[in-house]
């Protein structure tokens, strides 16, 4: 236990001691990788949540030492588990549906604290299904939406090993805002989060 405590203090002196202020015109990309928990909100009811994966890359572009632009490519798992029960007996019907996204993030990104280690984002999330599946069963073309546009805001901490390397670890949450039911006889919208770590490289 020592050990490890004398490690993160190294770390965390480390990253003070060569925190960086970055200036207007910095580039950062930032690969990342980590899991997700989405749900789907169906008519005022939320479905049983589904752990995936979340992985891609991110780019921020600073427009001054507090602001930068972040965009990017991420996949996410999305979608629910679904558990209704029978009318008139104990019986369920359990299913999962499973939806793959690649997702291109639009946000603004504040850096804060006195060595803008910390950010908070926000913004928009434009969606493109690449795969859908409920029980592993491919899920046809005209039920559900091949685009979703989702808000999205998170937070994260870098930890700066060198003034062009660090390490990020983040958080997003995400609200999907429009219906994923191509029927439209549900509206029904993801909603989830993801936490990752990534590496953050000045170019």
């Known amino acids: 236990m020592k050990k490890i405590l004398l490690s993160l203090i190294t770390i965390a002196s480390?990253?003070?001691?060569?925190?960086?202020?970055?200036?207007?015109?910095?580039?950062?990309?930032?690969?990342?990788?980590?899991?997700?928990?989405?749900?789907?909100?169906?008519?005022?009811?939320?479905?049983?949540?589904?752990?995936?994966?979340?992985?891609?890359?991110?780019?921020?572009?600073y427009l001054n030492n507090r602001w930068s632009l972040r965009s990017g490519l991420m996949y996410n798992t999305m979608g629910g588990e679904y558990n209704i029960d029978l009318i008139g007996s104990n019986a369920k019907i359990n299913f999962e549906d499973k939806l793959n996204y690649l997702n291109i993030p639009i946000n603004a990104n504040w850096h804060f604290g006195s060595t803008r280690k910390w950010n908070l984002n926000f913004g928009l999330t434009p969606s493109f299904l690449l795969s859908a599946k409920v029980n592993?069963?491919?899920?046809?073309?005209?039920?559900?939406?091949?685009?979703?546009l989702c808000l999205n805001f998170g937070i994260g901490y870098k930890i700066e090993v060198n003034k062009k390397l660090g390490i990020l670890i983040d958080y997003q949450a995400f609200i999907g805002l429009t219906n994923i039911d191509k029927t439209n006889y549900s509206n029904?919208?993801?909603?989830?989060?993801?936490f990752s770590i990534g590496a953050v490289l000045e170019l």
């Open 14 to 61: 480390i990253s003070v001691g060569n925190a960086q202020i970055k200036e207007k015109g910095t580039y950062e990309i930032t690969p990342k990788i980590g899991v997700s928990n989405f749900s789907e909100y169906n008519e005022g009811e939320s479905t049983d949540g589904i752990i995936g994966v979340a992985f891609g890359a991110t780019a921020d572009y």
């Open 136 to 148: 592993d069963e491919t899920i046809p073309d005209d039920i559900i939406e091949p685009f979703q």
């Open 188 to 194: 029904i919208t993801n909603i989830g989060d993801a």
